[in-house]
């Protein structure tokens, strides 16, 4: 089987490709493991709705939403990726699982589980958020304790009968956190480095501040430090409920007990670090610098805005630690994040020391060899779905010119 270029992934990365190559009649095809959007349909809790609203989720071709300022809940963004594809006639294949990629006489061998391709052209779309990442101390926890990472959990009543340690501050882990407790549950979460920003600011939804302001226009290359801001942790923020605030003093004022970061296990003990204040300020220090921009472009331009107060969030320090077993904890949810696994590229050049994808704008040193979809992969907003479009546009160019050449 050949292809002039095979994408690897049918998510909104792949697909935003897909429209464009389809749009310049360029030669390709979908490898997706299991379905269009399958992380979507697959790997996300069942009361989640995207954290930004539908204005800034538009894929390439896609009509404005009748209802922009709504927030879509991930089974129904995972169906839309489907009427998407079929809107265009994405060439998908499903149920195929790339087990390997490695150099050809010409282009690529891609051998899958369903027979062998070879192609010109190789992009890897499979998405920034790839495999859990779980701490080392994992290893640590009391047997009996339930383990599951944030990616497998569906709603409350599929974690263990008992309380809950929550570990990571970000977006998912203080959502789940707010969920559990919501359902009876007691609920203790580990906050390591977050950031934390407000739904709303002077009238309007944050993103469309930062819209505005053009911090989604910032290029890697415009950035003092390209790898920290990539590792930068996202806002936290929730699109249930129409998009409400969620912050570690709201969840302190709805029973949730808030630590520090987690640093390990002694016997039955989770054992926390007294950092719970300094990442707080940490916290606070940078939403301030955020809204500081935004206050001083709103007096620059003349924008009508009515003015916000925005509270700090002010918690006491935290325990040292807790006893699982005294307080009835059974499960420790681990909302750590994903890592990104490239060990099926056997292509010489592609990886660097740590593992990743090397790429610039999404080129790889090899060539023919492509990414997209990664955070920071160009714009701030690369790995965003409304953000991917204008990556994959570029992207299709330089691979129909690659074609043309080679032709």
């Not at 160019?397 to 080679?406: F, G, K, N, S």
Request: hydrophobic share 40%; net charge negative.
């Amino acid at each position: 089987m050949r292809t002039e270029t095979l994408i690897v992934g049918a998510g909104h990365a792949g697909l935003a490709l897909s429209r464009h190559l389809t749009r310049l009649g360029s030669d390709h095809v979908l490898l997706e493991r299991s379905r269009v959007g399958a992380r979507w349909h697959e790997e996300r809790w069942d009361s989640l709705a995207l954290l930004s609203p539908n204005w800034l989720n538009r894929l390439p071709g896609q009509s404005a939403p009748s209802d922009p300022d709504g927030f879509t809940s991930s089974a129904s963004f995972a169906a839309s990726l489907e009427t998407y594809a079929a809107s265009f006639g994405a060439p998908v294949l499903e149920g195929v699982n790339v087990e390997r990629v490695e150099p050809a006489a010409e282009g690529f061998r891609v051998c899958t589980s369903c027979g062998t391709w070879t192609a010109d052209n190789v992009v890897v779309a499979t998405g920034d958020c790839g495999v859990p990442l779980i701490p080392t101390v994992a290893a640590e926890a009391p047997a009996d304790v339930q383990q599951l990472h944030v990616r497998d959990y569906r709603h409350p009543g599929l974690v263990k009968d008992g309380g809950v340690l929550v570990v990571g501050a970000g977006p998912s882990g203080q959502q789940v956190a707010r969920e559990l407790r919501e359902a009876g549950r007691e609920v203790v979460l580990a906050a390591g480095r977050h950031a934390r920003a407000p739904r709303r600011y002077r009238g309007r939804d944050i993103w469309w501040w930062l819209d505005e302001i053009g911090v989604l226009d910032d290029t890697i290359e415009g950035v003092t430090d390209p790898e920290t801001t990539r590792r930068a942790p996202s806002l936290s923020l929730s699109g249930a409920r129409g998009g409400v605030d969620i912050d570690l003093g709201l969840l302190h004022d709805e029973g949730v007990e808030i630590a520090g970061r987690l640093v390990g296990f002694e016997g039955s003990r989770a054992v926390f670090a007294p950092d719970l204040c300094h990442n707080m300020r940490a916290a606070e220090r940078a939403m301030s610098r955020m809204l500081e921009t935004i206050d001083a472009y709103i007096a620059a331009s003349g924008e009508e805005a009515p003015a916000s107060v925005i509270a700090p969030v002010d918690l006491p320090g935290g325990p040292a630690y807790v006893d699982l077993r005294e307080r009835g904890i059974a499960t420790v949810l681990w909302a750590t994040g994903y890592g990104r696994d490239y060990g099926w590229i056997d292509v010489p050049g592609a990886l660097g020391p740590d593992g990743e994808l090397l790429q610039r704008r999404g080129i790889s040193p090899v060539p023919g060899l492509y990414t997209l979809g990664i955070r920071f992969q160009h714009w701030r907003s690369s790995h965003f779905i409304g953000g991917v479009g204008r990556d994959a546009e570029w992207l299709a160019e330089v691979i129909a010119a690659r074609v043309c050449l080679a032709a």
